[in-house]
């Protein structure tokens, strides 16, 4: 009982913590970025108001960030454990001090809902408004009590394997750039202990037959959708001829269920519910995309749940660029040339086709199992190496790096310059050589990187995995569809190469190897500065034997002095679902590009020994 008070204790203010981390460092980046102190000028900053300078840590050893409170008519400080050139800073103690009233310490949630009230009033939007950030603040809120029920439960529950399933539900702090990283809305308090992944739970599907009229199917393998899901699940009692048995998340057949089209497909005998049944399922980080460790195949569902910024529905042009995306890929012989770097496929879907709805909800997308029982390889996914370690632990990268040093018998140091060419070399590289190439550029943030580590912990083979990640280039348009002419059957996968290269700069850059870079600066594993200079003279190097889209792509992150950065925070203010904008367009805003800030690429004396 003592240990569970503990930990209880520890898991609340872990997560108001890592919260107030999540959200500052996007407010910092997205809306103000603050006037920055080092702990010595930080007297001259602040203000004598009586001993209210008292409330400030004068131990602190690090940097402070100042921010205006402006409706307030006074201004926040907070101490910064940790200052990042590219990934998140850490964050300990936030005062805010407001004239003629003692300075105050503030909990992390009080801070946030301070921040929000300041954004809002920034924005012009009043207390009493449709927008006024209680929307938001609910939200956070909702995360932040979710985030210390999970770490709660992984505190007293363990875990020390490097399976793919562990590893997928060991991600307790969520999106590192969202200010609501664990919200989900539409789950009650009883659906997490059976469907969320920090929770471990497994359970059954649903299953519905459905008459064979109404069933929309297609397949880029030898089976079709329906064989797939007869194979893989042994539905064989429910069976029915003219009819096609269908599983669903046991949520979004409550969902279903509850809809008067369904009603009346039930009460015309189209469709049949059948209930629970067969082998137990277990949510994969996405909450979605469901994991059984001896079955050949994942299943994603659409989910009547809200989680961080959308509405997590099976569009069906997502259906659809699964199967052709599988097939284009496997055209371009891609993952031959490079065998480290593989794309987990989607290669067919089956769905209820309603004439009157372009999706019904009963959308299931078939995505192979490359990481079976008997996978016994460390797989990670890049979110879950880069989070912050619970208590008494490294970070999974540096359990890592620390394994790849013994085996070496280098210093940490060196291990870490040799990890992070490996993962250059089986992740980064191929993905813009892919562009290059074949004008394929992919949505590569951290969740959607799936890495495999040999038995020293160096980086072995990359998995990308989702259908919805897919940004093909018009200027490749005639050479793609030279390869399959069913291209034609997803135009909302083509854009132009200015849009592409924004958003390749964020999930391949910003997301996903500043994470890598940021996880070891915090770690000490190595300056931040001497990691970029790496990257950046990889990227020169590389530019000379690009001759495409890839190329342009390499010049402008060595050339423009900022790049394009994906708000997470002012996407949740002006309450942006991204799967139903415009291109599925977030806001976007622009950080200094840390690149530039190293002038140009210059040889650097480390390389060769680094990944010797």
Same mark, same amino acid.
Not at 41 to 56: E, F, H, R, W, Y
Not at 141 to 164: H, K
Not at 207 to 224: C, K, T
């Given at each position: 009982?003592?240990?569970?008070?503990?930990?209880?204790?520890?898991?609340?203010?872990?997560?108001?913590? =890592? !919260?107030?981390?999540?959200?500052?460092?996007?407010?910092?980046?997205?809306?103000?970025?603050?006037?920055?102190?080092?702990?010595?000028?930080?007297?001259?900053?602040?203000?004598?108001?009586?001993?209210?300078?008292?409330?400030?840590?004068?131990?602190?050893?690090? @940097?402070?960030?100042?921010?205006?409170?402006?409706?307030?008519?006074? #201004?926040?400080?907070?101490?910064?454990?940790?200052?990042?050139?590219?990934?998140?800073? !850490?964050?300990?103690?936030?005062?805010?001090?407001?004239?003629?009233?003692?300075?105050?310490?503030?909990?992390?949630?009080?801070?946030?809902?301070?921040?929000?009230?300041?954004?809002? $009033?920034?924005?012009?939007?009043?207390?009493?408004?449709?927008?006024?950030?209680?929307?938001?603040?609910?939200?956070?809120?909702?995360?932040?009590?979710?985030?210390?029920?999970?770490?709660?439960?992984?505190?007293?529950?363990?875990?020390?394997?490097?399976?793919?399933?562990?590893?997928?539900?060991?991600?307790?702090?969520?999106? @590192?750039?969202?200010?609501?990283?664990?919200?989900?809305?539409?789950?009650?308090?009883?659906?997490?202990? !059976?469907?969320?992944?920090?929770?471990?739970?497994?359970?059954?599907? *649903?299953?519905?037959?459905?008459?064979?009229?109404?069933?929309?199917?297609?397949?880029?393998? =030898?089976?079709?959708?329906?064989?797939?899901?007869?194979?893989?699940?042994?539905?064989?009692?429910?069976?029915?001829?003219?009819?096609?048995?269908?599983?669903?998340?046991?949520?979004?057949?409550?969902?279903?269920?509850?809809?008067?089209?369904?009603?009346?497909?039930?009460?015309?005998?189209?469709?049949?519910?059948?209930?629970?049944?067969?082998?137990?399922? !277990?949510?994969? $980080?996405?909450?979605?995309?469901?994991?059984?460790?001896?079955?050949?195949?994942?299943?994603?569902?659409?989910?009547?749940?809200?989680?961080?910024?959308?509405?997590?529905?099976?569009?069906?042009?997502?259906?659809?660029?699964?199967?052709?995306?599988?097939?284009?890929?496997?055209?371009?012989?891609?993952?031959?040339?490079?065998?480290?770097?593989?794309?987990?496929?989607?290669?067919?879907?089956?769905?209820?086709?309603?004439?009157?709805?372009?999706?019904?909800?009963?959308?299931?997308?078939?995505?192979?199992?490359?990481?079976?029982?008997?996978?016994?390889?460390?797989?990670?996914?890049?979110?879950?190496?880069?989070?912050?370690?619970?208590?008494?632990?490294?970070?999974?990268?540096?359990?890592?790096?620390?394994?790849?040093?013994?085996?070496?018998?280098?210093?940490?140091?060196?291990?870490?310059?040799? @990890?992070?060419?490996?993962?250059?070399?089986?992740?980064?590289?191929?993905?813009?050589?892919?562009?290059?190439?074949?004008?394929?550029?992919?949505?590569?943030?951290?969740?959607?990187?799936?890495?495999?580590?040999? *038995?020293?912990?160096?980086?072995?083979?990359?998995?990308?995995?989702?259908?919805?990640?897919?940004?093909? $280039?018009?200027?490749?348009?005639?050479?793609?569809?030279?390869?399959?002419?069913?291209?034609?059957?997803?135009?909302?996968?083509?854009?132009?190469?200015?849009?592409?290269?924004?958003? #390749?700069?964020?999930?391949?850059?910003?997301?996903?190897?500043?994470?890598?870079?940021?996880?070891?600066?915090?770690?000490?594993?190595?300056?931040?500065?001497?990691?970029?200079?790496?990257?950046?003279?990889?990227? =020169?190097?590389?530019?000379?034997?690009?001759?495409?889209?890839?190329?342009?792509?390499?010049?402008?992150?060595?050339?423009?002095?900022?790049?394009?950065?994906?708000?997470?925070?002012?996407?949740?203010?002006?309450?942006?679902?991204?799967?139903?904008?415009?291109?599925?367009?977030?806001?976007?805003?622009?950080?200094?590009?840390?690149?530039?800030?190293?002038?140009?690429?210059?040889?650097?004396?480390?390389? =060769?020994?680094?990944?010797?």
């Amino acid at each position: 009982m003592f240990r569970e008070t503990i930990t209880d204790s520890c898991a609340e203010q872990m997560a108001g913590e =890592a !919260s107030l981390q999540a959200f500052l460092n996007g407010y910092l980046r997205e809306v103000d970025n603050g006037q920055w102190y080092e702990q010595g000028a930080l007297g001259q900053a602040i203000p004598l108001l009586g001993d209210s300078t008292n409330k400030v840590n004068e131990d602190a050893k690090n @940097w402070w960030v100042k921010l205006p409170i402006t409706h307030l008519d006074g #201004f926040m400080v907070i101490e910064v454990t940790y200052r990042t050139v590219v990934g998140r800073h !850490s964050f300990a103690q936030a005062v805010l001090f407001i004239q003629d009233k003692e300075a105050e310490v503030l909990l992390p949630a009080d801070a946030i809902s301070v921040l929000v009230r300041e954004m809002y $009033s920034k924005l012009g939007k009043g207390e009493g408004s449709a927008a006024d950030g209680r929307e938001l603040k609910g939200r956070i809120s909702d995360s932040l009590q979710l985030m210390a029920r999970y770490l709660s439960y992984q505190l007293t529950n363990p875990c020390s394997t490097t399976t793919f399933i562990d590893n997928e539900q060991a991600l307790v702090f969520g999106h @590192w750039q969202h200010p609501t990283p664990k919200s989900r809305q539409g789950m009650l308090d009883y659906h997490h202990a !059976s469907y969320a992944p920090e929770m471990k739970g497994q359970f059954r599907l *649903h299953y519905f037959q459905v008459h064979h009229s109404i069933i929309r199917q297609r397949s880029a393998v =030898a089976q079709s959708a329906d064989c797939i899901l007869a194979d893989c699940l042994g539905i064989t009692p429910f069976e029915r001829e003219g009819y096609i048995v269908l599983p669903m998340h046991p949520l979004q057949a409550q969902w279903l269920l509850h809809q008067p089209f369904m009603i009346d497909l039930i009460a015309e005998g189209k469709v049949v519910d059948c209930g629970y049944w067969g082998a137990k399922f !277990s949510a994969t $980080s996405s909450v979605r995309s469901l994991y059984n460790p001896e079955l050949d195949w994942m299943l994603k569902f659409s989910l009547p749940v809200k989680i961080t910024n959308s509405l997590r529905v099976n569009k069906r042009h997502e259906l659809e660029a699964g199967v052709v995306m599988t097939r284009l890929f496997r055209k371009t012989g891609f993952s031959d040339q490079y065998p480290q770097f593989q794309v987990v496929a989607d290669p067919a879907y089956i769905t209820v086709d309603l004439p009157d709805r372009t999706e019904s909800g009963f959308e299931i997308i078939i995505r192979e199992n490359p990481f079976k029982q008997g996978h016994d390889e460390a797989t990670y996914s890049l979110a879950a190496l880069t989070q912050d370690p619970l208590p008494g632990e490294s970070s999974q990268l540096l359990q890592q790096i620390q394994k790849l040093a013994q085996a070496t018998g280098s210093t940490l140091f060196l291990a870490a310059m040799k @990890w992070l060419a490996g993962y250059w070399e089986c992740a980064i590289a191929p993905m813009i050589r892919l562009y290059d190439e074949h004008g394929i550029a992919l949505e590569a943030h951290q969740q959607n990187s799936v890495l495999v580590l040999d *038995h020293q912990g160096q980086p072995e083979t990359y998995y990308f995995r989702d259908n919805q990640g897919y940004y093909l $280039s018009n200027s490749y348009q005639a050479y793609q569809a030279s390869l399959d002419p069913d291209l034609a059957i997803v135009p909302d996968l083509y854009f132009d190469d200015e849009l592409i290269c924004d958003r #390749f700069s964020y999930y391949l850059l910003i997301n996903n190897l500043f994470a890598v870079i940021g996880r070891m600066g915090a770690d000490g594993l190595a300056d931040e500065n001497t990691l970029l200079a790496f990257i950046q003279q990889r990227l =020169a190097g590389m530019e000379q034997s690009l001759v495409g889209a890839g190329r342009r792509y390499v010049q402008r992150l060595l050339s423009e002095s900022e790049l394009p950065m994906k708000g997470n925070l002012l996407t949740r203010v002006y309450d942006i679902d991204e799967l139903e904008a415009d291109n599925e367009q977030a806001v976007y805003t622009k950080i200094s590009n840390p690149l530039m800030a190293l002038g140009q690429p210059h040889c650097w004396e480390l390389t =060769a020994h680094a990944i010797a």
